[in-house]
């Protein structure tokens, strides 16, 4: 007997079918199905033969791979008895809950005593698919794997992409081939990390940016996941997302999957990025006040690092409303006796011999100029040269003896004594100041990974967040360490990467485009030589490259020529312009044909603004013309270059480039076809074009 239930919005299917009580299968996910369509007809259509070599009847490839029914490839689950024999469940179909939009199958296995739930979702204004799994036992078991509910892969697919990094490097892009076997990715840095970021696009062949099939993967959990693309000796390809393994030490009743979110893409990559931005953006995030422009930030850290002086600060904090800024975020350096990064993480009390009377004559003097304040954290961490470790030495996780991370131990946050200390110091300050921005920093691996670890983090930032509403918090970790949907259901912002060097900044931004929004994601204009790089970078294409993103300033404005204050102030001010509909807006990426070229599109409604960055020298003469895409192909677009001002820096540029002159307008399908021919412009620098519809 079948049973099948489906998810749908305007561009997508999901079908789910039972077998004879077996586990679900997800028989079918891609293009939209007709209403009418014989969900059991297609459950027997998929069903692939046998030959040869095979066994008499193929394991199904069900949402959760059974090893006891014969499936040789990985298991959905790896579980353990509390006398540590491995437990081979093998699930009955036991209910449906069908809602709108929703699902829930029930399975038991009675001769193990467990229960397995798997949950999905459908949200058909974001097209984003959730989905999450549940394992109970009537007697304590141990996991060392579950899957959150397990979706075929394509098979008109040649590679897959996933994201490597490091620190200044976030964001990476790995396109492996398809083969036999698998590709695993399991985190063991106790961190979504710079190294592993939870998420995965399988283009189908032939897809780009702006065209083609593509499906979409977040795994939305801050504790490190495993991944599993696996190409079975059968062909059938399989899709696996869960925690890392063996990060769940005890023996428990009950473990759960964090949610795994995915979507189907008929509008090449971008369908895949929209779709995770708005859901970022309109679902998973929780906004204090959603109608609040976000304000231009100035964060102090590469001006002053440790050095804090009141005068010094009271100075940069003026220059910085001067240039446009409109919160001030006070870094690390304001604590216990922290002149390096050797101490005093955990004694959250302010240093007296640098505030003597306290934060307030800063914070008063930043809100006397129109901005508000922010303060950094770093909660989880420990120096063992801090009060709180002379006092708690078992507060921290691991070994006396373990390796240290930029001096430091990690808090062992699992223990409700270390969350509740952390709730009254970052509390009393909140408590006691004007405060309403926290930068949340996490700068080391875990010395061993443990879920429980993040748990006490979520925990921690949950009743922060109940206590003091108005904060909003940026997920830090050494830049991009901790980016994930599970971190951004309870912050605002991403410190995306410590690289404030523009050129490494447009490609870490433009390739976590695939899953973050304009707003999340923080872009600050940095000093005039890089601190991370050593780069000089004109002021214009590192102010143009924070104006993608969510704008702010890092470099200590002390150092701008009048020009270049200048320059920034304007680039400031027509973000601030824009910020209204860009913050809502999609980001687009464009397939430019000059690989030279990052462009992307930023479109809401009936306007857009597309930032073509010059990454590198072009190798013909040349500008080729930049496709545009999104338009309505016959209707009429006026656009015009925001920064003509700037072709005078274009000095080579000598011939009668139309866009160098004055506004034109042209229709989508030209723009979409035939694309917008760019003024020749130098390495390293950005054409803004502005388009409207008429
Ligand atoms: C690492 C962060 O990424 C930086 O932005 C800064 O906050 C430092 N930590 C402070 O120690």
């Avoid at 934060?359 to 303060?375: A, E, K, Q, W, Y």
């Avoid at 940095?526 to 102010?543: E, K, M, N, Q, W």
């Amino acid at each position: 007997m079948i049973q099948c239930w489906r998810l749908d919005d305007a561009r997508q299917t999901l079908v789910l079918g039972v077998r004879d009580g077996h586990l679900a299968q997800a028989i079918y996910w891609g293009p939209r199905l007709p209403d009418g369509e014989n969900l059991e007809t297609l459950f027997a259509a998929q069903e692939i033969d046998v030959t040869g070599g095979m066994l008499d009847v193929t394991p199904a490839l069900s949402i959760c791979p059974e090893a006891r029914r014969t499936f040789s490839g990985q298991a959905g689950m790896e579980l353990r008895d509390d006398t540590g024999r491995p437990v081979l469940p093998v699930f009955r179909f036991e209910s449906a809950a069908p809602r709108p939009d929703a699902l829930t199958l029930t399975f038991r296995d009675d001769g193990n005593g467990l229960t397995y739930r798997a949950h999905a979702a459908i949200d058909p204004q974001t097209h984003v698919i959730t989905l999450w799994a549940g394992l109970e036992g009537a007697q304590p078991f141990s996991v060392n794997w579950l899957a959150a509910p397990v979706l075929p892969a394509p098979q008109l697919s040649d590679e897959m992409i996933d994201f490597a990094g490091r620190w200044c490097g976030e964001f990476q892009i790995n396109r492996t081939p398809w083969s036999a076997g698998m590709r695993v990715r399991d985190n063991h840095t106790g961190r979504s990390g710079h190294e592993h970021f939870p998420g995965l696009i399988i283009p189908c062949r032939g897809a780009t940016n702006t065209k083609g099939e593509a499906y979409g993967f977040h795994y939305g959990w801050s504790g490190g996941h495993k991944m599993v693309a696996e190409e079975l000796p059968d062909g059938r390809r399989q899709i696996q997302f869960g925690n890392a393994t063996g990060i769940e030490p005890e023996a428990r009743t009950a473990f759960e999957t964090a949610p795994l979110y995915v979507t189907y893409s008929d509008t090449g990559l971008n369908g895949c990025g929209v779709a995770f931005q708005t859901h970022v953006r309109d679902r998973v995030i929780t906004w204090p006040d959603p109608d609040r422009a976000r304000p231009v930030h100035y964060n102090c850290w590469e001006a002053i690092y440790f050095d804090h002086s009141l005068p010094e600060l009271k100075e940069i904090a003026t220059r910085a409303a001067d240039l446009g800024a409109e919160r001030f975020v006070l870094d690390d350096g304001w604590f216990g006796v922290r002149d390096d990064d050797t101490t005093s993480l955990a004694d959250w009390v302010v240093d007296p011999r640098k505030y003597p009377d306290g934060l307030t004559p800063l914070i008063r003097h930043v809100r006397s100029l129109g901005m508000s304040f922010g303060i950094w954290f770093e909660p989880e961490m420990i120096n063992p040269d801090s009060d709180v470790y002379r006092a708690h030495p078992d507060w921290a996780l691991g070994d006396a003896d373990q390796v240290l991370g930029r001096q430091q131990m990690v808090l062992d946050m699992a223990r409700p004594e270390v969350r509740d200390y952390l709730f009254g110091c970052i509390g009393k300050i909140l408590a006691d100041h004007d405060i309403e921005y926290i930068k949340w920093d996490h700068n080391r691996v875990l010395p061993a990974a443990d879920a429980g670890q993040t748990r006490g983090t979520y925990a921690l930032l949950d009743r922060l967040r109940v206590a003091y509403p108005h904060v909003e918090i940026e997920s830090c970790a050494s830049g991009g360490g901790r980016i994930d949907f599970g971190i951004l259901q309870r912050t605002q912002r991403v410190w995306l990467s410590d690289s404030n060097d523009a050129l490494e900044r447009l490609k870490i931004q433009h390739n976590a485009a695939l899953f973050l929004p304009v707003c999340v994601t923080g872009s600050h204009v940095g000093p005039r030589v890089c601190h991370t790089s050593g780069r000089v970078l004109d002021i214009r294409f590192r102010a143009w490259v924070a104006a993608q993103r969510h704008m702010g300033f890092e470099m200590d404005p002390r150092e701008l020529s009048a020009e270049e204050a200048d320059v920034l102030r304007r680039v400031t001010a027509w973000w601030k312009a824009n910020r209204n509909w860009m913050l809502r807006g999609d980001i687009l990426r464009l397939d430019a044909a000059d690989p030279a070229v990052l462009a992307e599109q930023h479109m809401y409604e009936d306007r857009f603004v597309v930032f073509a960055g010059k990454a590198g020298t072009s190798t013909q003469i040349s500008p080729r013309p930049l496709r545009l895409t999104g338009l309505l192909p016959d209707a009429m677009y006026r656009i015009d270059l925001a920064n003509r001002d700037e072709i005078a820096r274009a000095a080579l540029s000598r011939g009668p480039s139309a866009l160098k002159s004055g506004a034109m307008e042209v229709s989508g399908r030209y723009l979409m076809h035939h694309g917008v021919t760019l003024p020749w412009s130098f390495p390293e620098t950005m054409w803004v074009i502005e388009g409207q519809k008429l």
